[in-house]
Structures are given as structure tokens and as C-alpha cells.
């Protein structure tokens, strides 16, 4: 098994393949101002198992379009839509972030948490924003600094994992830089890392280890995961995710 296949494994029995939660999902589509508007077309980029995609049925009408490089989430999420009754609405599709098979200037809204880091902030609101109406709304999360400044362990290790992170106030300069408007912003609360997050992953570490035999790939990936939580608990002071909701004028 190459490296994605033990990510894949590790976080497919999960709702979500990172920070986030159902609160926090439910007051980003309320920032976009989309609720009680009638066939949406919405696209959730970087989908995972689709724990917001779901929310996302619930709580707007339309169609959504969820996208992952991987087909085992999308599996999950196929799985989770019918027993809702919602596979109708929701088209699960196999494809890159950098290359959607999406047409141009049809979506209300784009939705992406925690994936856009994959090929960079910038990039991403730069490269989406085509499909995307006139008037149409981008909400992603994505990770932030929330002080001016942090110890340098902390920088260096986050630079390294995800060279964009920076302030509210970055983040919002980029999305106006690439012609957005800024809608709403709010940073994620801690009970989105530590219990919807870091504890139901370590939760299936030991199946994990067991489906994977004690391979030194696979603990190779916990102690990474590991260091990433100890990370987390010294310094949530730190950083979180931030939530940026903006429209195309
Ligand atoms: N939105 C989900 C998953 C976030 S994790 C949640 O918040 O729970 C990042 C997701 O991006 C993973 O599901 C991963 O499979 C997906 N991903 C990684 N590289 C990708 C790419 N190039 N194109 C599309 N999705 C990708």
C-alpha cells in the first residue's frame, strides 16, 4: 500500500478527515445568505466522506456536486446519501481539485473545507472561481494564525505541512486580490479539532494498525498524526481554521 492508500484507510470509517463539525458547517451556509432559495447548484470540493456535504442537503435545496480524489470516501458518502434518501441530490465525483470536470458559470455556490490547502489557497479561489456564477458564493476553511505572532517551532512546523497559512487578515487580502467580495468570516471553535476531529481519528488507530499488520508505514503515519495533535495541544492558542464566505460581484 503506497502512502494515500494508508490515508485512505485510516480516515474512510470517519465523518470527517478534518477540522470542522455539523454547528460549524450550518453557520458558514447561514453566513452565504443561500438558505430558503430554491434548486442551487452547489459543488463541495475535497469532499471526504462527506460530512458537510450532507449537511449541505439538509439545509439548502439544489443539487450537489461532491468531489474527492478518492473513491473509498466517496464510497462512504454514496453509501451515507442513500440510507437519507438524498442520492438523488448528491452526484459523488472522482476527480482533482486542480482539474474539475465542471462546467463554467453554473454554480451558486462552491464549498470546500479543510482541502484547499492541497493546492494552495490562492490557487484554488484563483482556479474555481470560473465556475462559479455571477453573484455565486465560495465558502471554504482553511488554516489560519489567529495572533500576529507565534513561537517559531509552531511556524516552522506548519509552514512546512501548509506554506500558505496565514492571518484572517492575509487570507482576506488574497481573496480580494483574486476579485471576491467578503461576505462573512469566522474562525472555527476548539471542539472542532479535539472532539469531531483528533479524537474519533485516534479512536480507529488501533483497527487501522490491525487491518495494516503493525507495518512501519502505518506507524509511521500515526506517530505524524500523533505529532500533529501534540502540536495542536501546546499551541491551539495559536492557529485554527478559518471560515471565509465571499461572493463573485
Ligand atoms: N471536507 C472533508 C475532507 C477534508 S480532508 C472534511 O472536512 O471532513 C481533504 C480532502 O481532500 C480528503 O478527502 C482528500 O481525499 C481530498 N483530496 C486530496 N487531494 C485531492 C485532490 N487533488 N483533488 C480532490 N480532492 C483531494
Not at 3 to 16: A, P
Not at 107 to 130: N, P, Q, T, V
Not at 223 to 238: C, G, I, P, Q, T
Request: hydrophobic share 35%.
Amino acid at each position: 500500500m503506497n502512502e494515500f492508500d494508508l490515508l485512505v484507510d485510516l480516515h474512510k470509517y470517519n465523518l470527517r478527515q478534518g477540522p470542522g463539525s455539523h454547528e460549524v458547517t450550518k453557520k458558514a451556509i447561514e453566513h452565504t445568505g443561500l438558505m430558503g432559495q430554491k434548486n442551487l447548484e452547489i459543488a463541495d470540493i475535497g469532499c471526504g466522506t462527506g460530512g458537510q456535504t450532507l449537511d449541505l442537503a439538509r439545509f439548502l435545496d439544489g443539487k450537489i456536486t461532491a468531489v474527492d480524489l478518492f473513491p473509498d470516501f466517496l464510497d462512504v458518502l454514496s453509501v451515507q446519501a442513500a440510507e437519507r434518501g438524498l442520492n438523488n441530490r448528491i452526484t459523488p465525483i472522482e476527480a482533482s481539485m486542480e482539474n474539475l470536470p465542471l462546467e463554467d458559470h453554473v454554480f451558486d455556490l462552491i464549498w470546500s473545507e479543510g482541502a484547499i490547502y492541497i493546492m494552495g489557497f490562492e490557487i484554488g479561489i484563483r482556479h474555481w472561481k470560473r465556475h462559479l456564477k455571477s453573484g455565486g458564493i465560495l465558502a471554504v476553511s482553511d488554516i489560519t494564525w489567529i495572533t500576529d505572532s507565534r513561537p517559531r517551532e509552531l511556524e516552522q512546523f506548519w509552514k512546512r505541512e501548509c506554506p500558505e497559512i496565514s492571518t484572517v487578515s492575509s487570507k482576506l487580502e488574497v481573496l480580494k486580490k483574486q476579485g471576491y467580495e467578503i461576505l462573512s468570516h469566522f474562525i472555527l471553535p476548539e471542539d472542532c479539532w479535539i472532539d469531531h476531529y483528533y479524537l474519533p481519528l485516534q479512536e480507529s488507530y488501533q483497527s487501522f494498525l490491525e487491518r495494516q499488520e503493525h507495518s512501519q508505514e502505518a506507524m509511521d503515519i500515526i506517530a505524524s498524526d500523533k505529532a500533529e495533535f501534540e502540536m495542536y495541544m501546546k499551541y491551539s492558542s495559536y492557529y485554527s481554521y478559518g471560515f471565509y464566505i465571499a461572493r463573485v460581484p
